[in-house]
């Protein structure tokens, strides 16, 4: 079982790439993906229209490989009994021998989608830059059929996702050889992703993916030589009177993630023994006990008082999450984190990670988070549908939540309890942060489908509801 899943930029794949085509005939690999594609195309015209033979097809054709894969399809498509019509983009540019195969199959040139039953985007691959242009917009526009996008979607950025203008909106990407950083960063607009294996042999990725079944195989639980202490000792110092739910939701995620103990210290202590009796709560930092992590910030305000316990926090040799307010805090004083020697994860939505920063993380959040995390040392979450992680020297893991249901207030006190959890039970950081993030987004996503005929939007409370149940769906694939 692979524990991650990699993500290679265009310039890896092209290198890769290169390598094959020392290994292989010329023509191989692109006979490789336009077969890989044709049959997907096949297998969705079946599942959605009952049959292949006398179905339709249209291919939105660019120039280079990218065309030429989607032209040699469109003629194996053909030989299966599928009307297939090319519109070229680029008529004077295109692939010279996918052309004659498409030609000598019985396919079409015409200028027009027509009425196809799907449409596949053969516009531009893994070179492409850049919005869609003026006249490929247009058609593209009027596509009203469903999409399958030949290796990504065009106009959207292959390596860092980024939309900044017209793009396709595929319901299927056919990946070939690897996935890119596209289909995890803008994964809306790629639907689902089929990976088509053509002969690359790839290095270790810079971008990944800490696979479901790996996480739930991981996933701390007691052994038949574990007690209370032994399974992780989380502290939470979090909440204020103005914000006692925030130190609700942060420890009872510790406690529902399966910590062995949980202490809290802090304005809300009423408030969180109310909802778990079992958390121990502490009236000062000093008094509450030895602990193997602490979360630190949710809903803890940012005066004087909360400075000196964020401090008191940072000045101990165990692994510390920091959210929320005790980020702004950070923003304002720096010194703070720097230099410390025990692991310190740092989870910013995006507007905290400017104040860190000192800038956006625009369209290259991946470089970005990177840089932060090299700069300061430490370990960052940024926050997003395609949540990212960065640690020091290592490279970038991303958790694609499937959906926003987990953005509403709230929420990221949960995350914050969770990798808290987490890194008291042993884990290293950036594992506990993009584990912690797959379980809350997959707790976001049960809530929000949960015995609902459709999906619903939801509030955080759910998410601690659902997190024991996210934890054993990933055990089950463990298991499997």
Wanted: aromatic share 4%; hydrophobic share 45%.
């Amino acid at each position: 079982m692979s524990d991650q899943r990699g993500y290679f930029t265009a310039d890896e794949v092209r290198a890769a790439e290169a390598e094959l085509f020392t290994r292989v005939p010329d023509g191989v690999p692109m006979q490789r993906a336009a077969y890989g594609l044709a049959t997907i195309v096949a297998r969705e015209l079946r599942a959605r229209t009952g049959g292949i033979a006398g179905r339709s097809v249209t291919l939105l054709v660019g120039s280079g490989d990218n065309g030429g894969d989607t032209l040699w399809a469109g003629s194996m498509l053909r030989r299966r009994g599928v009307t297939v019509t090319a519109v070229l983009l680029n008529p004077e540019r295109a692939h010279a021998a996918g052309l004659a195969a498409l030609r000598n199959s019985g396919g079409r040139v015409r200028s027009e989608i027509g009425d196809p039953d799907l449409v596949v985007d053969g516009i531009v691959g893994i070179s492409g830059r850049g919005a869609l242009r003026p006249n490929a917009a247009e058609l593209v526009a009027t596509v009203d059929v469903p999409i399958i996008a030949a290796d990504l979607p065009s106009g959207v950025d292959p390596d860092t996702g980024a939309v900044d203008g017209p793009a396709v909106r595929a319901d299927v990407t056919v990946a070939f050889g690897a996935y890119k950083p596209v289909h995890v960063l803008a994964a809306p607009h790629c639907g689902r992703i089929e990976l088509v294996p053509i002969g690359l042999r790839l290095l270790e990725p810079n971008l990944a993916a800490l696979e479901p079944a790996s996480i739930g195989a991981s996933w701390p639980v007691p052994g038949p030589a574990d007690d209370k202490y032994t399974q992780g000792v989380t502290g939470v110092c979090a909440g204020s009177a103005t914000y006692p739910g925030a130190a609700v939701l942060c420890t009872g995620a510790a406690v529902a993630a399966t910590s062995g103990m949980v202490r809290y210290t802090g304005a809300g202590a009423a408030s969180v023994l109310a909802h778990f009796p079992e958390v121990i709560a502490a009236p000062s930092f000093a008094q509450t006990g030895r602990v193997q992590a602490w979360v630190f910030g949710p809903g803890a305000g940012t005066d004087a008082d909360a400075q000196a316990r964020l401090a008191e926090v940072l000045a101990t040799d165990v692994p510390v999450v920091i959210d929320a307010d005790g980020l702004t805090m950070l923003g304002a004083d720096p010194s703070l984190v720097r230099g410390r020697c025990a692991a310190t994860v740092l989870t910013p939505h995006a507007g905290e990670f400017a104040r860190l920063a000192g800038r956006d993380a625009g369209q290259d959040r991946v470089g970005a988070v990177r840089a932060l995390a090299d700069s300061w040392q430490v370990t960052i979450l940024l926050k997003g549908r395609a949540t990212l992680v960065a640690a020091p020297g290592a490279p970038v893991l991303v958790n694609e939540a499937g959906g926003s249901w987990a953005s509403t207030a709230g929420a990221g006190d949960v995350l914050a309890g969770l990798i808290g959890a987490l890194l008291a039970a042993g884990h290293n950081p950036a594992w506990s942060a993009a584990a912690a993030a797959r379980v809350h987004s997959l707790a976001a996503n049960l809530a929000a489908y949960q015995n609902r005929p459709a999906a619903a939007p939801i509030s955080a409370t759910p998410l601690l509801e659902y997190i024991r149940s996210a934890i054993g769906n990933l055990r089950a694939l463990a298991v499997d």
